[in-house]
Nanobody, 124 residues
Framework: QVQLVESGGGLVQTGGSLRLSCAAS????????MGWFRQAPGKERELVAA????????YYEKSVEGRFTISRDNAKKTVYLQMNSLKPEDTAVYYC?????????????????WGQGTQVTVSS
């Protein structure tokens, strides 16, 4: 099992940057792929970025590609989401998820390990 705690959210102006962190507890962090999801009011939760256990494979949702960077430090049991050039449409609660991998282009497999979420608000 793994427990996840997100931090780093806040209020930022359009064009600004934030870095989210997700700290994990448990021995098996390095065996999980990790994902960042977000949920805006009235919308479904969506996967925005994912990283394999080794960091060698990454996924980005099209609207964040080139602006967001996911990374991980297995020694620190932490996954990061660097968010640059933020837009008002990035406003959402961001959640960290521990998952696995599956065959195919949609390779990230979410499991039922979630953090509590951190609010990101981008003002126009």
């Amino acid at each position: 099992q793994v427990q996840l705690v997100e931090s780093g959210g806040g209020l930022v102006q359009t064009g600004g940057s934030l870095r989210l962190s997700c700290a994990a507890s448990g021995r098996t962090f390095s065996s999980y792929a990790m994902g960042w999801f977000r949920q805006a009011p009235g919308k479904e939760r969506e996967l925005v970025a994912a990283i394999s256990w080794s960091g060698g494979r990454r996924y980005y949702e099209k609207s964040v590609e080139g602006r967001f960077t996911i990374s991980r430090d297995n020694a620190k049991k932490t996954v990061y989401l660097q968010m640059n050039s933020l837009k008002p449409e990035d406003t959402a609660v961001y959640y960290c998820n521990a998952g696995g991998t599956q065959a195919g282009s949609s390779w990230y497999l979410q499991l039922n390990y979630w953090g509590q979420g951190t609010q990101v608000t981008v003002s126009s």
